[in-house]
């Protein structure tokens, strides 16, 4: 392979020694077409396709419109079209979710509806042992020895009685 060949196939490779092969600066490495000449009036010239969309009086106005509320800061929208969707996704597992769960409640045995019930008669239960742990803590020191002394002579009252 010749030299010339070589730089005229590659012209990054170009020799330095060679200026005749060396591209300018301004000139870029893909062929201009033809057409531009403008000596050919037999060619067809290509025009630029009209896009109908951009054209219709519709899509004017909103894109005016769009630029405008732009300019002032407002949004045409709250939300973009992606977190719309993702939340609408959310949404439906959700219910999907309470669905099934709802569906489940529905299938369940007698023996787990008891278990249930009786379980939530412990939890209404201990609920309440709290409440009543909390109200002694927070009654004064003298009602309390007020109980304790009622209990006591009913305890008293109780052994004579039994004597």
């Known amino acids: 392979m ?6 005229a196939v590659f012209p990054h490779l170009q020799d330095p020694r060679e200026p005749c092969l060396s591209l300018s ?15 050919c009036d037999e060619l067809i010239k290509p025009k630029k396709l009209i896009n109908p969309v951009k054209i219709s ?7 005016r419109e769009l630029l405008m509320n732009q300019k002032r800061g407002l949004a045409p929208q ?4 992606l977190q719309k969707v993702m939340e609408k996704r959310k949404r439906e597992q ?23 019930k009786r379980q939530q008669k412990l939890e209404q239960l201990e609920l ?14 003298f009602v309390k020895m007020k109980s ?11 052994e ?3 004597t």
């Open 25 to 39: 600066p301004g000139r870029s490495v893909m062929a201009e077409p033809d057409y531009l000449d403008g000596d």
């Open 94 to 116: 959700v219910l999907k979710a309470q669905k099934e769960e709802q569906e489940a409640h529905k299938k369940r045995s007698d023996l787990e509806i008891e278990l249930m």
């Open 2 to 7: 010749t030299t010339v060949f070589r730089y």
């Open 148 to 158: 304790n002394l009622r209990r006591t002579k009913q305890e008293a009252d109780g």
């Open 78 to 81: 709250n939300k973009p079209e």
């Open 160 to 162: 004579e009685r039994t």
């Open 57 to 63: 009086r519709n899509h004017q106005d909103l894109h």
């Open 128 to 141: 309440e042992q709290h409440k009543d742990e909390e109200e002694q803590e927070n009654t004064p020191e």
